[in-house]
């Protein structure tokens, strides 16, 4: 077993037991705040693996085999007699708004964990690439409306922009919309100029792909030297005895010039084995590395764990540090939790009416991998990710689905208006056509990991 699959499948391991633990004290906590026993509190489901018990209610305190998931079991008539001096501690003798709050603290402790990681981000502050475009290549949307090379965009559709994350992030809302989009942005010379994309040809395929690059849009890259700045430790570059310092001379017989060109290489040879020529110091050096296959979105792409020479001034140039003050930070994170939040349940509308196409449901190898190539990037990276698959852990389980905490949400909704509890039979059959249309899903998230990593 790899070094590099322990890696990726700690940093998953860690990520998901944070959200499952969150997710599940969010309804212990309210259950204990309404005076309801709780029995149980489990990390996964199915055999018990590991049991405590704890507190004056002798918790049990759980860790069961099927890690994808948790429960918090409470004192409950329906599940087991109760005895009659406890009848008042009994989830289904509680009124009903305090079993809304109950079920509803899940989903909003997940969601409250993204705005408190956001918020620590925002005021930590993140190093992030500036929205500097390249040339577009000829026919693509950004040519058509005028894209040059070296602009900043300032703003789109009235909306500033400091990153190149929030530049892909509003384009996306954008395109969902088929919105015509203007970007205000600015040349070395600056002057300001507005460069409008029509938008309203974007496709299903465009929208699965990093969209970007699918309307010409990409960052600047300098001509860097072909030198190695960073080789990772364990990387198959390490293994094959490249250094930080050497100068790729040739790739394959053919000349290097530039750093884009060996990356460019790189990038197209997963699994193909690569002649180096190197000059180290005074000397010339012949090695052969074979890049491994990683994902990058939805492609597969060669990697072999070298990173280029830094220059101090051009990465002051290229990137800026997004930090602001506490309570700014606070609105922000309060504001990116809201915009990520809403934008799930687009996202789900649209997979619904066949607009947007059901490959991005992700499934927990894609989710694994993302968090080991977050976690490889530096913590601050791998908090971003968590509060992502924290926000769409929270609007997940909001959908009304029975079997999900939205589902029984939308009992409690019907109780209201029924003027009393659904009889017990609606709610089996309920719970069955929930748990099946959660194994379609789940089907379904596998097959999408399996084909992205088997197809690229």
Same mark, same amino acid.
């Given at each position: ?151 900043? %965009? ?75 700045? %960073? ?89 800026? %540090? ?135």
């Amino acid at each position: 077993m790899s070094g590099n699959f322990i890696f990726y499948l700690a940093a998953f391991a860690v990520a998901l037991g944070v959200l499952i633990v969150v997710h599940e004290l969010g309804h212990f906590l309210v259950a204990r705040l309404c005076g309801i026993k709780v029995l149980r509190f489990s990390v996964g489901f199915g055999r018990v693996l590991l049991a405590r018990c704890y507190g004056a209610d002798r918790t049990e305190w759980v860790i069961s085999a099927f890690p994808l998931g948790g429960y918090v079991r409470m004192l409950d008539e329906r599940e087991a007699p109760v005895a009659e001096h406890e009848l008042g501690r009994a989830f289904n003798r509680q009124a009903i708004w305090k079993r809304i709050l109950v079920v509803g603290a899940g989903p909003a402790a997940n969601l409250l964990l993204a705005l408190l990681l956001y918020w620590v981000l925002f005021m930590h502050g993140m190093e992030e690439l500036r929205p500097i475009l390249a040339a577009p290549p000829a026919a693509t949307v950004a040519a058509r409306a005028g894209v040059e090379e070296g602009e900043t %965009v300032r703003s789109i559709n009235g909306k500033s922009v400091l990153t190149w994350q929030e530049l892909r992030w509003e384009l996306l809302q954008a395109a969902l919309d088929r919105t015509p989009t203007k970007l205000e942005v600015i040349n070395s010379r600056q002057e300001i100029s507005d460069r409008n994309l029509d938008l309203q040809d974007i496709t299903e395929a465009d929208l699965d792909a990093d969209l970007p690059p699918r309307l010409g849009l990409k960052p600047y890259r300098p001509r860097l030297q072909p030198i190695i700045g %960073v080789v990772s430790p364990g990387s198959v570059a390490e293994q094959a005895g490249l250094r930080g310092g050497d100068e790729v001379v040739s790739i394959d017989g053919q000349s290097i010039q530039s750093w884009n060109e060996v990356a460019a290489r790189i990038r197209s040879a997963a699994g193909t084995a690569l002649q180096l020529e190197l000059r180290r110091g005074a000397e010339h050096v012949n090695l052969q590395v074979t890049p491994v296959a990683a994902m990058d979105g939805n492609q597969s792409v060669g990697r072999i764990g070298i990173m280029a020479r830094e220059d101090p001034a051009l990465r002051a140039q290229l990137t800026v %540090v997004v930090q602001y003050p506490v309570l700014t930070a606070l609105s922000k994170a309060c504001a990116q939790t809201w915009s990520m939040s809403t934008f799930s349940l687009k996202m789900i509308g649209r997979m619904l009416i066949g607009d947007v196409s059901w490959k991005n449901l992700s499934g927990p190898v894609t989710i694994a991998d993302y968090a080991g190539q977050s976690a490889r990037l530096g913590l601050p990276y791998y908090l971003k990710f968590l509060a992502l698959i924290s926000i769409s852990l929270g609007v997940l389980n909001l959908l009304p689905i029975p079997i999900l905490d939205g589902g029984h949400l939308l009992y409690y909704m019907v109780e209201i208006i029924k003027g009393g509890p659904l009889s017990e039979r609606v709610m089996e059959i309920g719970q069955k056509i929930g748990l099946s249309l959660l194994m379609i899903l789940m089907a379904l998230a596998f097959y999408n990991d399996i084909n992205r990593f088997v197809s690229g």
